[in-house]
């Protein structure tokens, strides 16, 4: 079988998120059972040069408009990635065309993208095309029109990002009326691209099984929890996982020191590293650390109102955010008024890892998690994580002993709830032992996408039975 992987953003290439990385590992894990390739947007920020040329080159009609496609490939870890050159995205210097770390809905640029990825599959006869989030769910729609033989699955990795648009964008991008009804594409009497993805694809998944069943309800379903329960049967909840050849603190060359489970002496010397790089005292307390974009879904709201009565607390906290607006501003006067806490803006891979590594808790108060990425590379190189349990977080997460995924959970998102949780943080520092078994058993889980790559393996052949 071949399978035509479609995202919106793919590591190394690009990458604003979780989505980035997922669109990496997750075709790198497929290429060892199926013939896999990938395509994407070539943004404007993304050399060309370092590009080969294509002659997959086509001219695409969507609506009145006419767009010359020009195709570029690259190839990491063994995956051909295919580039969209499309006038909409060839000059813009971000990825979804503005620099705020969401997204917007303002620019048809995705519509076109999707009707490209259409034609795409097509010239490479692939069998099955799967599609990552709203940027690419139109094509579902379009598949169904134009190449009904090819197979479609549909990932949800954030049902609060929908791609919604005004009735316009219809006659814009040559699509029927007939889609505008309650059971199509119509939402609140506009457009919405993920509710095409639900309804159109073959199958959908999610990027947890407790995301699967939490986007069923009002609390989480963001509005379409109706739509996705008449379209359960075809919904599934597959966990996220990281590459372990990227995230690896034995080989990792942006570490002072690498280490593995049975060399957790060197992992301190990570940490000193980190604390003396950034002006930290170098003691024996705990040192937190938070790697976020600053936005409400990532429980800033919860951390800003807690944050002094952390910081009042014998440890150091680290925070790498990337994004802008009243966050931003709101943990930079907290900042000024402790040494104990160190905050930076926008985002280093390299520096990631070395926070990661230096660290002995990372903090996730999220609202809500469909999967969440961080605790696993967390626990990957030593560092426990202190969770929301929400979404992907209660699948891999556990407050228990002798349980793969060891870390500190709280169930209410409250300050009361979240205190007493790095407080249990700060008592388990303490308990040296306990610690330690807890983050070698960690060390040695598997988070990879292997098991995940078996199990979207199944669904593919599911489709094509």
């Excluded at 990458?15 to 990496?24: E, H, I, N, R, Y």
């Excluded at 169904?144 to 814009?172: C, M, V, Y």
Aim: hydrophobic letters at 40%.
């Amino acid at each position: 079988m071949k399978i035509l992987f479609a995202a919106s953003e793919i590591f190394p290439y690009a990458k604003s998120g979780g989505l980035g990385d997922v669109a990496q590992a997750l075709p790198h894990a497929l290429s060892k059972h199926v013939d896999i390739v990938s395509v994407m947007p070539l943004y404007g920020f993304i050399n060309k040069t370092l590009l080969q040329k294509n002659d997959l080159n086509f001219n695409l009609k969507v609506g009145s408009d006419s767009y010359k496609i020009n195709i570029f490939s690259s190839e990491y870890k063994g995956v051909t990635t295919y580039f969209i050159d499309s006038p909409l995205f060839s000059k813009s210097e971000d990825f979804y065309t503005h620099k705020s770390g969401g997204y917007t809905s303002e620019n048809p640029g995705f519509g076109i993208f999707s009707a490209a990825i259409v034609e795409i599959a097509k010239l490479l006869n692939v069998d099955i095309v799967h599609l990552n989030d709203w940027h690419t769910a139109l094509a579902t729609l379009w598949i169904k029109e134009r190449a009904p033989q090819i197979k479609t699955i549909f990932t949800i990795h954030n049902l609060a990002f929908q791609g919604i648009f005004s009735r316009d964008i219809l006659k814009e991008l040559g699509i029927d009326e007939c889609y505008f009804t309650i059971e199509g594409i119509e939402f609140y009497n506009k457009v919405s691209f993920i509710k095409a993805g639900i309804v159109y694809s073959d199958l959908i998944t999610t990027v947890s099984p407790q995301y699967a069943k939490e986007i069923l309800t009002e609390r989480f379903g963001c509005g379409l929890h109706s739509v996705l329960n008449f379209h359960s049967e075809k919904l599934f909840g597959i966990l996220n996982g990281i590459d372990y050849e990227l995230y690896d603190p034995k080989r990792d060359k942006a570490l002072l020191s690498n280490f593995d489970s049975e060399s957790l002496d060197l992992k301190n010397i990570n940490k000193l590293d980190l604390l003396k790089k950034l002006d930290l005292e170098v003691s024996d307390k705990p040192t937190f650390v938070m790697i976020s974009r600053l936005v409400e879904q990532k429980g800033f709201d919860l951390l800003i109102d807690s944050l002094e009565d952390i910081l009042k607390n014998e440890l150091n906290l680290v925070i790498l955010a990337d994004g802008e607006g009243s966050y931003r501003l709101k943990l930079e006067v907290i900042a000024k008024k402790y040494d104990n806490f160190y905050l930076t803006f926008g985002y280093d891979e390299d520096f990631s890892h070395r926070i990661y590594a230096g660290a002995d808790f990372l903090l996730m108060p999220s609202l809500f998690e469909p999967c969440g990425l961080n605790q696993m590379i967390a626990m990957r190189y030593g560092t426990i994580a202190v969770v929301h349990g929400v979404g992907g977080l209660l699948d891999t997460v556990y407050e228990e002993q002798n349980r793969c995924g060891g870390g500190i959970v709280f169930l209410e998102q409250s300050k009361e709830s979240f205190l007493s949780a790095v407080q249990r943080s700060m008592e388990l520092y303490k308990d040296k032992q306990k610690k330690e078994e807890i983050v070698r058993s960690n060390m040695r889980c598997d988070f990879s996408f292997n098991k995940s790559a078996l199990l979207y393996k199944k669904l593919y052949n599911r489709l094509l039975e």
